[in-house]
C-alpha cells in the first residue's frame, strides 16, 4: 500500500519550483563557440547527417522573393448594365418585328388585298396650241375608270390629289380627282378636266410633234398621284398614295383624238 501511494505537490511547492527556474542562469552557452565563431566569420559548419542544411544570408543582401502577380476579378458594371440594355432592346425589336409580321399575315389571309385597276377609256383634246414664243395652250378632258377588286376592302379618294399630262418631259395641263368613297367590287368612272398654259417647249420638239402627228401615234405621259385610305371592315388606314401611270398614245390632237390602247401602258404603285 506504501508503495502505491501517490504523492501530491502543494501550490506552495509549484510556486517555489517556478521561482528558483526563473532566477537559474545557464552556465554555458546554448551554442557551441565553434559554431559561433564560424557563423561570425561567415563559414557555417556542415549539418549533421541525416539532417537539412539551413541556409542564412547576410543582414545587408536581399532576399530574393517571387512575386505572385495579383488578378482583380471584379468585371466593370457599367459595361455589363450597356451590354444588357443593348440585349434587352434588340429582343424587342425582334419581338416587335415578329408581332407585326404575324398581324400583318392574318390581315392579309382574312382581307386578301388586291390592287386597284385604272384606265383611261377616252380622252379629248379641246384645245392644243403653240404660240410663236413657243409657249403652249392645252385643254384636255379624261376619262378615267378606277375598279376596286377587293371583296372587304373599301377606299377613299382624298384632296390633294395631283394629274398632268406631259409630252417628251414638258408638263402641259394640270388637274385633279374628286374626293369619294368607293365600295367593295365597283367600278367608277371619272371625268378630269385638265388645263394649262405657258408650257415652254423648243424647236426641236415642234418640228418632232408634226411627224408624230403625220404618223398618227404621238405619245403622252398621263401621270396621277392622289392620297387614299383604305377601309378594313372597321378599321381605317392611314393616308397611303397612289401612284398611276399611263404612257398612252393617240392619232391626233384634237377632240376626236382616240387612244391606241395596244400602244399605251399602264403602272399603279401604292
Same mark, same amino acid.
Given at each position: 500500500?506504501?508503495?502505491?501511494?501517490?504523492?501530491?505537490?502543494t501550490?506552495?511547492?509549484?510556486?517555489?519550483?517556478?521561482?528558483?527556474?526563473?532566477?537559474?542562469?545557464?552556465?554555458?552557452?546554448?551554442?557551441?563557440?565553434?559554431?559561433?565563431?564560424?557563423?561570425?566569420?561567415g563559414?557555417y559548419?556542415?549539418?549533421?547527417?541525416?539532417?537539412?542544411?539551413?541556409?542564412?544570408?547576410?543582414?545587408?543582401?536581399?532576399?530574393?522573393?517571387?512575386?505572385?502577380?495579383?488578378?482583380h476579378?471584379?468585371?466593370?458594371?457599367?459595361?455589363?448594365s450597356c451590354?444588357?440594355?443593348?440585349?434587352c432592346?434588340?429582343?424587342?425589336?425582334?419581338?416587335?418585328?415578329?408581332?407585326?409580321?404575324?398581324?400583318?399575315?392574318?390581315?392579309?389571309?382574312?382581307?386578301?388585298?388586291?390592287?386597284?385597276?385604272?384606265?383611261?377609256?377616252?380622252?379629248?383634246?379641246?384645245n392644243? *396650241?403653240?404660240?410663236?414664243?413657243?409657249?403652249?395652250?392645252?385643254? !384636255?378632258?379624261? +376619262?378615267? $375608270?378606277?375598279?376596286? %377588286?377587293? @371583296?372587304?376592302?373599301?377606299?377613299?379618294?382624298?384632296?390633294?390629289?395631283?394629274?398632268?399630262?406631259?409630252?417628251?418631259?414638258?408638263e402641259?395641263?394640270?388637274?385633279?380627282?374628286?374626293?369619294?368613297?368607293?365600295?367593295?367590287?365597283?367600278?367608277?368612272?371619272?371625268?378630269v378636266?385638265?388645263?394649262?398654259?405657258?408650257?415652254?417647249?423648243?424647236?426641236?420638239?415642234? *418640228?418632232?410633234?408634226?411627224?408624230?402627228?403625220?404618223?398618227?401615234? !404621238?405619245?403622252? +405621259?398621263? $401621270?396621277a398621284?392622289? %392620297?387614299? @385610305?383604305?377601309?378594313?371592315?372597321k378599321?381605317?388606314?392611314m393616308?397611303?398614295?397612289?401612284?398611276?401611270?399611263?404612257?398612252?398614245?393617240?392619232?391626233?390632237?384634237?377632240?376626236?383624238a382616240?387612244?391606241?390602247?395596244?400602244?399605251?401602258?399602264?403602272?399603279?404603285?401604292?
Amino acid at each position: 500500500m506504501a508503495d502505491n501511494q501517490r504523492v501530491h505537490p502543494t501550490m506552495k511547492d509549484v510556486e517555489k519550483n517556478e521561482v528558483d527556474y526563473e532566477n537559474e542562469k545557464p552556465n554555458s552557452p546554448l551554442v557551441p563557440k565553434s559554431n559561433l565563431a564560424s557563423e561570425k566569420d561567415g563559414v557555417y559548419p556542415p549539418p549533421p547527417s541525416g539532417g537539412q542544411m539551413r541556409v542564412q544570408f547576410p543582414k545587408d543582401q536581399v532576399i530574393p522573393t517571387r512575386q505572385i502577380p495579383r488578378y482583380h476579378s471584379g468585371p466593370p458594371k457599367r459595361r455589363n448594365s450597356c451590354c444588357r440594355c443593348l440585349c434587352c432592346t434588340i429582343c424587342f425589336l425582334f419581338a416587335l418585328v415578329a408581332i407585326i409580321a404575324i398581324a400583318c399575315g392574318v390581315l392579309y389571309l382574312v382581307f386578301q388585298p388586291r390592287i386597284p385597276k385604272y384606265s383611261v377609256d377616252s380622252i379629248r383634246i379641246t384645245n392644243f *396650241s403653240i404660240n410663236a414664243d413657243l409657249t403652249t395652250n392645252c385643254q !384636255v378632258a379624261v +376619262n378615267v $375608270r378606277a375598279r376596286n %377588286p377587293n @371583296k372587304k376592302i373599301g377606299i377613299y379618294y382624298l384632296d390633294n390629289s395631283h394629274l398632268a399630262i406631259s409630252y417628251m418631259g414638258t408638263e402641259l395641263c394640270t388637274g385633279a380627282l374628286p374626293v369619294f368613297y368607293q365600295g367593295h367590287k365597283n367600278s367608277t368612272f371619272l371625268d378630269v378636266a385638265l388645263s394649262g398654259t405657258g408650257a415652254r417647249v423648243t424647236s426641236a420638239v415642234v *418640228s418632232t410633234l408634226k411627224e408624230q402627228k403625220q404618223k398618227a401615234s !404621238v405619245p403622252l +405621259n398621263l $401621270r396621277a398621284d392622289v %392620297p387614299v @385610305k383604305i377601309k378594313l371592315g372597321k378599321l381605317k388606314s392611314m393616308k397611303i398614295k397612289v401612284r398611276v401611270r399611263w404612257d398612252l398614245v393617240v392619232d391626233r390632237l384634237d377632240a376626236n383624238a382616240k387612244v391606241i390602247s395596244e400602244k399605251s401602258k399602264v403602272s399603279v404603285k401604292m
